[in-house]
């Protein structure tokens, strides 16, 4: 006994398998655009990461005797160099040469870089006194 298939029946299935490939086709490409997107995003927070991270130039406020002001500065910039403007925006000062920045407390070297130093976006930094620095 032979069954015959009706060729209806087998064109039907063929349609229908030539309709799942380019189903199939269509949600492979859309995965690989979704992929690339993925891609381009995780790159894009990567970077923003950073920016973050290290940035170009950020804002510390420095208070002196209870006045606060504002410094731009660079993460590559010195100690020393932060501490010779902010003499300059609170002067005339007494004795400039014998203060220093501190940071938590602690007093910063005039050598380092404000990146060495500890120094982020928004830290308050006092000038004050060195208890290192001395004069005549």
Not at 78 to 86: F, G, R, S
Not at 110 to 117: H, I, V
Request: hydrophobic share 35%.
């Amino acid at each position: 006994m032979t069954i015959e298939k009706d060729p209806n029946e087998t064109d039907d299935a063929v349609k229908h398998l030539r309709h799942a490939e380019q189903e199939l086709a269509e949600a492979q490409e859309k995965g690989r655009e979704a992929a690339t997107e993925v891609s381009e995003a995780e790159a894009e927070i990567k970077k923003a990461i950073d920016e973050i991270s290290n940035p170009r130039e950020f804002k510390v406020e420095v208070l002196y005797n209870g006045v606060k002001k504002k410094f731009d500065v660079r993460p590559q910039e010195t100690v020393k160099q932060l501490l010779e403007e902010a003499i300059r925006e609170f002067g005339p000062l007494n004795n400039p040469h014998t203060l220093s920045l501190y940071k938590d407390g602690k007093e910063l070297s005039d050598n380092q870089t404000l990146k060495e130093a500890g120094v982020e976006a928004h830290d308050a930094l006092l000038l004050r006194p060195s208890t290192v620095k001395g004069g005549a």
